[in-house]
Each structure stands twice: as C-alpha cells, then as structure tokens.
C-alpha cells in the first residue's frame, strides 16, 4: 500500500523512539513512502554544520568525535569532497547499523545525502561487508526508489574487526588490502581517490538525518548535557530480548536490562562498549561515551559463564584481527591473549607483567586497535580477580567458556 | 627551531639501531620495537636524531616541526 508523502508538518518525535520508532513488525524495510509518511520530508534551509554543532551530535561508531566539526574539516579541505557511509561493523557483538540498513535504510540514505548537500559532494559510497548480503540488497531497493542529486555507489568490502576502522576502509574501497594507514594525512583532507573525504558510521548519519528535520533544541531533548540524544545499543547475554535498543544516553545498564525483560539468570558482570569497552558489575552505571559506551554493545555476563575465559577469546580474537603492520600491535596482543589464556588454564602469569605489556601497546600502532585491546585486557584483569586467584589455585573455577561474548547467533 | 622525532609504526621493523644511536630519547619495548619520545628534540640531541633518521634501514623516522594536529 502506498500512498502520497505527506505535505502536513509531521511532528519531531518524543521519547527515546527516534531512529527505531517507523520499525515495522513485520521486520520489513520502511518503504521511502513510509518514511516520509513517518518523518516527513527533510527540506533544510539553515546550515546544516551550525545545526550539527548546535546540537551536539557526536559520531556513533565508537569514536566519538564531534560531527559539525568533522564536517567543517571537510568543508574547509581542498577539493570536491566524497562521502563514505561506513555501514561495515565489523564487531561480531554489534548488530545496530545492519539494522539501520536493512530496517529503516532512508534514515542514513537522508543523512547521506544532506550530507552530501552542504558539503557540495557528487559521490557518495555505502561500505557494507562482504556477509550483509540481505542489508544490501534492501539498500539497493531503497536507492531505487529516491531521486537524490548525487550519485550513488553500494560497494562491498572484506568481513573483518579492523575493516571499520576510516583508513582501512578507505583502502579497501580502492581495492587495496583492508588495512590502516598512518595518520596524517587524515581522510577529511585526503582520502578516496585523494578527496576530502567524509567517512561517517550509518548511525551517526541517521540522526543527523533527524536533527536536520527537527532542529539541535529537539536532538537535546533528551540525553545529558554533555552528551546529548540517543544511541543504539545491541544487547546480547543472558537477558529475556537481545537484540538492539534505543536508548537516550545516561540510562543506566539495569534500566537497559528492563526494557530487554531483565536476566533470565543471575548477572556476574556487563560488559560495555563491546570488544573495545570495559566490564563493570555496576548496574546504575549510566551509558555514555564517557563510561566506555563506543559503539553501543552491551553483553550481560551470566554468573554460569567464567569472566575469565570468555575475555581470553576475545583477547585472541583481538590479537588475530591484528592487520599485523605495527610490531607493538602484532606482538603485544599475541602476548596479552596467550597470557590470559595461560592464567585461565591455571598457570600463573604476572599480573604485572601483562599490565605492562598493555601499557606499552597502547598508542604506538597506526591504529587504535592495540589501544581497544589493551583496555579490554586490563579492565579483564582488574574485574575478574576472584576468578583469577581461583584459576591460579585451582585450574578453574565455577564458571565456564559459554561463548557469550562471541555468540553471533542472537538477532 | 624545536622538532620532534616521529615514527611511521607500519614500516618500522623493530631493526632498533636508533635506540643504540639514541638510547637518551629511544627505548625499545620487549619485542625490540622503540618507544620514542614524542616531546621536542633538545637543541644537544637534535645531531643525534639526524643520524637515527637517516640510519633507519626503513626509512620509518622522521623529524617533523611542530604540527598542529588536526585529529578528526
């Protein structure tokens, strides 16, 4: 059914439903007729960077950086600039921007292109990996239907954790291995094909698409002051409804457990902002940026599961997803992981020295992902310390490997 | 004119002849890879951060004025 986008003012939304409020429950995408019957049109008059720096908005695909002003070092750069949707998520926990895409795929198709418009861009890419087969295809439809003034290409880059990161995309999307480069030159001032180039995750686009329609005073409308809107979380663990969640940032983790039904057993810890992020066993936590949030995952750890072992995967993982360019990354990681995994199997590993090997890591790649790692194997070894005396005593303890932080079947 | 010395991670292979040059301003980590440090070079070490650079048998140091870095 369709019918004509409808020309009546359509009001800005209330409540934390911003970007997940047209969802159908049939799980099919929102048609572009849909969308504008939802959102209304997005017809912007004012200058979208002041409106961006207005509202706060700061980039949802971990980074965290101050849009407007990424935007403006765009602008200020020399050439025509290129846009670069980065829908890859690379992080097997996260599922938000494949669901943006496949659900609600105009709400980042509109940034985009608003986007595109202030920054007088002619190109704009969609990065997906090379498993989001069924987002693609839907993306593909949804660009079938608009006319935008630019030209779009759906382009599709290999699977991998470190793929996400702006330069190793940039590289990909040249058909250079997915790797990163070192920084300067930055990609706002040299990028795909040597333009200025805009990378933006999926669901920082989103929202801008909503802040141009709405304005920055409804953007803060919720939030805090500091950190103003919402965010996507995807929750996963032993809760009643994993999946993904609109939530305004500051709620606490025990208010997030509620709206997904709360634990379906007891908790022994959360683990925040995913493989990049920090456990804690503080429940009134508030989910921000500044408490590790990143891109938004949220896994709730059963006390069945042993914090231990799970973490050793994933620092394996982390080492193993290495691009392998810089030695502190290749080495350290390797280092970190074999040494959790050697305490987990009950020998003793210094603490000290896996602590320093984390320190040494940490800003000496041309990445952030030895950084990521090595904040995830401290907060390991700092919050898993009755696990960790037990391993070391006893080889194990009451908590086994459930593969809940790399379960990838939930959806 | 104070510079600082910098190091390009990627190409660096943890060769590690600037830290024997340098050992007041490079130390190496335990996988023999170097730690520099980030500050300006002082005026009575700026010859000897010369030679690391031009030594480095993968031409992974340089000696950069001041930048201002506009990270994004």
């Known amino acids: ?411 | 004119m104070n510079r600082t010395l910098r190091l390009d991670p990627i190409a660096c292979d943890g060769h590690g002849l600037c830290a024997e040059i340098l050992p007041e301003w490079i130390a190496l980590d335990d996988w023999g890879y170097p730690i520099v440090d980030g500050r300006p070079v002082p005026q009575q070490l700026e010859e000897h951060a010369r030679r690391a650079v031009k030594e480095c048998p993968r031409i992974a140091l340089r000696l950069d004025r001041q930048r201002t870095t506009g990270a994004v």
């Open chain 1, 1 to 411: 059914m369709s019918s004509a986008p409808s020309r009546r003012a359509v009001s800005a939304p209330l409540g934390a439903g911003r970007l997940l409020a047209a969802l159908r429950r049939d799980g099919h995408p929102v048609s572009l007729d849909e969308h504008l019957a939802h959102y209304g049109r997005l017809d912007l008059e004012s200058d979208l960077i002041a409106l961006l720096d207005a509202s706060g908005l700061r980039g949802r695909g971990g980074g965290g950086f101050p849009t407007g002003r990424k935007l403006s070092a765009v602008a200020g750069a020399r050439g025509r600039p290129v846009i670069v949707v980065n829908g890859t998520e690379g992080e097997p926990a996260s599922r938000k921007d494949k669901g943006l895409l496949g659900r609600v795929p105009h709400l980042v198709l509109d940034g985009a292109a608003a986007a595109a418009e202030a920054l007088g861009a002619r190109h704009v890419v969609i990065a997906t990996g090379r498993g989001a087969r069924t987002e693609r295809t839907t993306v593909a439809r949804a660009l079938d239907e608009r006319r935008d003034r630019v030209r779009w290409r759906l382009a599709t880059v290999p699977d991998g954790f470190v793929v996400g990161e702006e330069t190793a995309l940039l590289n990909a999307l040249a058909g250079a291995p997915a790797k990163p480069s070192l920084k300067p030159p930055f990609p706002f001032e040299r990028g795909l094909d040597g333009a200025p180039t805009l990378v933006q995750n999926a669901e920082t686009l989103a929202h801008l698409a909503l802040i141009a329609r709405f304005g920055a005073s409804w953007f803060r409308s919720l939030g805090t002051e500091a950190e103003p809107g919402t965010a996507l979380v995807t929750l996963s663990g032993a809760v009643a409804r994993t999946g993904v969640y609109e939530i305004e940032l500051g709620t606490s983790v025990s208010e997030l457990l509620a709206q997904a039904g709360g634990a379906t057993e007891p908790l022994s810890a959360f683990l925040v902002g995913g493989y990049f992020g920090g456990w804690t066993r503080d429940r009134n936590l508030p989910l921000t940026a500044a408490n590790g949030l990143g891109a938004g995952v949220v896994v709730a750890l059963p006390t069945t599961s042993c914090g231990l072992l799970e973490s050793a995967r994933v620092a394996r993982y982390l080492a193993d997803e290495s691009a392998g360019q810089c030695g502190p990354c290749t080495h350290g990681l390797a280092a970190l992981a074999a040494g959790l995994e050697q305490i987990a199997s009950g020998q003793g590993v210094e603490r000290d020295r896996l602590e320093r090997w984390a320190r040494q890591v940490a800003g000496r790649g041309a990445c952030r992902h030895p950084d990521g790692a090595a904040r995830f194997v401290t907060s390991t070894l700092s919050t898993f310390q009755d696990e960790i005396s037990l391993h070391v005593r006893r080889s194990r303890c009451s908590g086994s490997d459930r593969g809940i932080l790399t379960d990838r079947s939930g959806r």
